[in-house]
């Protein structure tokens, strides 16, 4: 759950400041990630678990027409993030995992017995078991798909050689290939030298994003909007770019789907409630800026 605050800067070391707006809405990567699959048009079930207060989260999925079969309600608090959101319309976010942190790997084995090898799992790193997951699924021939954020000392254990798809910012790119303040397509290039069999999505900011693959590349420029709020943009994109290329879409068409989807998402307020049907990307001609 999202507690957002409208704030005039972000908050500095020793300030205290007032906030002008505060609001409650249903988040958190995985969900707004599931969501985002569902409302691209992908058939999605949800691993995960909330705490006795979980239920407008468990509404939103199924509201999205997500599958929370396999989330369980578990005793403790849900995951909850405290964001700050200045007048551009940028954030920074505190999470508190909550029972995300307390999913089990009897919990992820369940899941994968129910998937199929031609599915895709997609994990972030909000959650506890990522690593047992994404070993579990690639011995099971799932296609893996992994947002490495946020960014934590755990990360340096996982096997990301074993995932086939790889969704990264700026600071998640740069935290992986050790290349702090380098060049995107450095970073990019260095990425894919790591993990020569991953395909590594790439998004920069008002840059666009860029992909790579061994040598392949591509890249597509932003789509200009009125920024309201960041908050889900890239899990948007995240669900629309995976939902995209696995119904045969090329790598290009699937980034400026996905492009459009997050462009929609950030000229509105909220997290997950901020995410676009499919319906309403489609419609959306505009060209992307380069």
């Not at 290939?177 to 999505?201: H, M, N, W």
């Not at 591509?218 to 696995?246: H, M, N, Q, W």
């Amino acid at each position: 759950m999202d507690r957002s605050y409208r704030v005039n800067h972000f908050v500095r070391a020793g300030e205290t400041i007032s906030a002008s707006e505060l609001g409650t809405s249903p988040g958190g990567k995985g969900l707004n990630q599931s969501v985002a699959l569902a409302r691209a048009g992908a058939e999605v079930y949800h691993l995960g678990a909330v705490g006795t207060d979980g239920g407008p989260l468990l509404e939103i999925l199924r509201s999205s027409g997500v599958d929370p079969r396999f989330v369980r309600t578990l005793d403790g608090s849900s995951g909850h993030a405290i964001i700050q959101i200045t007048p551009d319309g940028e954030n920074c976010i505190i999470i508190f995992g909550g029972t995300n942190r307390q999913i089990t790997r009897e919990m992820v084995d369940e899941a994968l017995l129910f998937l199929e090898p031609s599915d895709i799992l997609l994990l972030q790193n909000e959650t506890s078991q990522g690593e047992y997951a994404i070993r579990e699924a690639k011995q099971r021939g799932l296609r893996i798909a992994f947002n490495p954020s946020p960014i934590t000392e755990d990360l340096l254990r996982y096997p990301l050689e074993l995932v086939d798809c790889l969704l990264v910012n700026e600071v998640e790119g740069a935290a992986l290939s050790g290349a702090f303040g380098g060049e995107p397509t450095q970073i990019l290039s260095d990425l894919c030298r790591k993990y020569p069999q991953t395909s590594v999505v790439f998004t920069i900011g008002a840059k666009g994003v860029l992909f790579g693959k061994g040598e392949k590349r591509e890249r597509c420029g932003i789509y200009k909007v009125p920024v309201v709020d960041t908050t889900a943009a890239g899990d948007t994109f995240c669900g629309y770019f995976l939902s995209g290329t696995s119904r045969g879409l090329s790598v290009l068409e699937a980034l400026k789907l996905a492009s459009k989807a997050a462009a929609i998402a950030v000229s509105r307020a909220g997290a997950a409630e901020s995410i676009p049907t499919l319906q309403e990307v489609e419609k959306a001609d505009w060209i992307p800026k380069t």
